[in-house]
């Protein structure tokens, strides 16, 4: 049998090693999922926000048009024409909406942030240089 002998410096680096335990892979496995639901989150809030400038955009030029005229709004596929009134409610029930849903992405992503921070305290402390989790 073939043997090769070790040098000092694989001695030291094969002593350095740190053995993965299922909660370390658990949390690793966490981070990751993590950071994928986070990902998601920018991008519906980049959606959102978008849709909510679209929404001002529009409340804006309702504020030109004339009470008198019938505004064209559109609800699924389909045009309608309602009075201003109307269409000024509806805008801002989109708006209210739009916002609630911006709110409630901002905490989700808060909230996973915050879980991600936790569990990298965890990671680095037992496996230190030896983990990458920047993401």
Same mark, same amino acid.
């Given at each position: ?8 410096? $694989?001695? !030291? ?6 053995? &993965? ?19 998601? @989150?920018?991008?519906? *809030?980049?959606?959102?926000? !978008?849709?909510?400038?679209? *929404? $001002? ?6 504020? @030109?048009?004339?009470?008198?005229? @019938? &505004?064209?709004? !559109? ?15 509806? *805008? ?5 909406? &739009?916002?609630?849903? @911006?709110?409630?992405?901002? $905490? ?20 230190? !240089?030896?983990?990458? *989790?920047?993401?």
């Amino acid at each position: 049998m073939n043997r090769r002998m070790l040098s000092k410096e $694989d001695e !030291k680096e094969a002593g350095d090693e740190i053995e &993965v335990r299922r909660e370390d892979q658990d949390k690793i496995n966490r981070f990751s999922r993590l950071h994928q639901r986070e990902l998601v @989150l920018e991008d519906e *809030l980049k959606v959102l926000a !978008k849709e909510r400038d679209e *929404l $001002d955009d529009i409340t804006t030029e309702l504020e @030109l048009a004339d009470e008198d005229e @019938l &505004v064209r709004y !559109k609800i699924g596929d389909a045009f309608f024409h309602v009075s201003l009134p109307v269409a000024q409610e509806m *805008l801002g029930l989109s708006a209210a909406r &739009v916002e609630r849903d @911006l709110s409630d992405r901002e $905490d989700k992503l808060e909230d996973i942030r915050t879980e991600m921070t936790a569990l990298k305290v965890e990671l680095y402390s037992r496996f230190g !240089k030896t983990i990458n *989790l920047e993401v």
